[in-house]
């Protein structure tokens, strides 16, 4: 299953599927990104990040892919498992910004079903 | 170890209240956040300090007074709450505030405002 982010925030697969997250960010400025999980009451968590001299990179069940050419990021993860289900949040960190301030987009509540 | 921990997990206050809510880490890092976050939003920034120094505060109302004791602790001190001020209070940290570090967030401190 895939998600356009912004456009469609729920995504729901199989598990066993694959899934792909999506985030457009706006900014070409930006030069550090990373995706964080939510869990239903609980805190974001750091899944993965990747830097802007990179295409992609690959974690445990996890692939995050940048696209500098349109500004686009997308998260995979492979053989989704009904752990997986959360909010997925996208955050981009300028390269000019020294504040610590991330732009974050609007989420992807992804739903696995068993 | 990339753990942040908030205390309380959660608190009801009533909108003439005074309370506090804690933050603590223990990786050395030496800029700490607060964040505020609605249900299926994405957090957003309220304080950061860096090297114990306020460096950002993102025009909260001044019935938030964050405080940062030492290099591991940050409170969030709350008077004269209104019911709209009920979210997740969210504290993150990271090695500094650079545009390559990555934020690790707590669990959060759910607030009710009655």
């Known amino acids: 299953g895939e998600s356009v982010g912004l456009h469609l925030p729920t995504l729901s697969v199989q598990e066993g599927d694959n899934s792909i997250i999506n985030c457009a960010y706006s900014?070409?400025?930006?030069?550090?990104f990373i995706w964080y999980k939510q869990e239903s009451g609980k805190g974001p968590q750091f899944i993965i990040d990747i830097r802007s001299n990179m295409d992609k990179r690959q974690g445990q069940r996890v692939t995050v892919l940048l696209n500098k050419t349109v500004k686009h990021l997308s998260l995979q993860i492979a053989a989704t498992q009904p752990g997986d289900s959360a909010v997925y949040f996208c955050?981009?960190?300028?390269?000019?910004?020294?504040?610590?301030?991330?732009?974050f987009g609007q989420g992807t509540e992804l739903s696995v079903k068993p | 170890d990339t753990e942040v921990t908030q205390t309380p997990k959660h608190l009801v206050m009533g909108m003439t209240n005074k309370k506090s809510l804690k933050c603590e880490q223990h990786m050395g890092h030496r800029a700490m956040y607060w964040y505020k976050q609605k249900a299926k939003k994405p957090p957003e920034l309220m304080f950061v300090?860096?090297?114990?120094?306020?460096?950002i505060n993102e025009s909260v109302p001044s019935r938030f007074s964050p405080e940062c004791p030492n290099s591991s602790l940050l409170n969030l001190h709350l008077h004269a709450l209104q019911p709209e001020d009920s979210a997740l209070y969210l504290c993150?940290?990271?090695?500094?505030?650079?545009?390559?570090?990555?934020?690790?967030f707590g669990p959060g401190t759910r607030l009710t405002v009655l």
């Open positions: 300090y860096s090297y114990e120094k306020l460096s």
């Open positions: 900014n070409s400025a930006s030069d550090y």
């Open positions: 993150a940290s990271s090695q500094v505030t650079g545009a390559k570090d990555t934020q690790y």
């Open positions: 955050a981009e960190n300028p390269v000019y910004n020294q504040g610590g301030k991330l732009i």
